[in-house]
């Protein structure tokens, strides 16, 4: 999970796990573009109360090198891995996306796409339903 500002200025936690994407591009300047129709993005109510609404939104990941993709047949990430510079697995939350360096996503059908990032970028375009609460702290 990722914490950024929603467009309602408030602090939210962004979890790519279960995510829904409607395009996946590879830009000629080697890009890559991701518009998600369904982003489960996790707003704190209390210390251990928060309200999970489905947003749409945009993920650019700039200057993608070593990119190791399998054939995209479905479009639901099952599982994402976030890495930092020394190739430790980011587990905790970070303020944005400054960090990343490497990412792994999993696909429902088991395709997994993969590489190394230069910068990472997220935009919240819509917020959607509110799709579940979760009570309990959230994993760090």
């Known amino acids: 999970m990722t914490q950024q500002k929603n467009f309602y200025g408030q602090n939210v936690y962004v979890e790519f796990h279960d995510a829904r994407f409607t395009k996946f ?3 000629p300047s080697g890009d890559i573009v991701v518009e998600f129709s369904h982003l489960p993005v996790y707003q704190k109510e209390t210390e251990e109360h928060y309200t999970i609404w489905s ?3 945009v ?7 070593n990119l190791s993709m399998d054939q ?16 430790s697995l980011l587990t905790s ?3 944005n996306f400054e960090h990343v360096r490497a990412f792994e996503f999993t696909l429902i059908d088991g395709a ?5 990032v230069s910068t990472m970028s997220l935009s919240l375009t819509r917020r959607g339903e509110k799709s579940d609460d979760w009570r309990g702290p959230l994993l760090q």
Do not use: P
Request: charged share 25%; proline share 0%.
């Open 25 to 27: 591009e590879l830009t």
């Open 59 to 65: 993920l650019r990941l700039s200057r993608v090198s």
């Open 112 to 116: 997994v796409i993969r590489g190394n």
């Open 55 to 57: 947003y749409q939104a």
């Open 93 to 95: 939350f970070s303020d």
């Open 72 to 87: 995209i047949q479905c479009d639901w990430i099952m599982e994402d891995n976030l890495f930092a510079d020394d190739h």
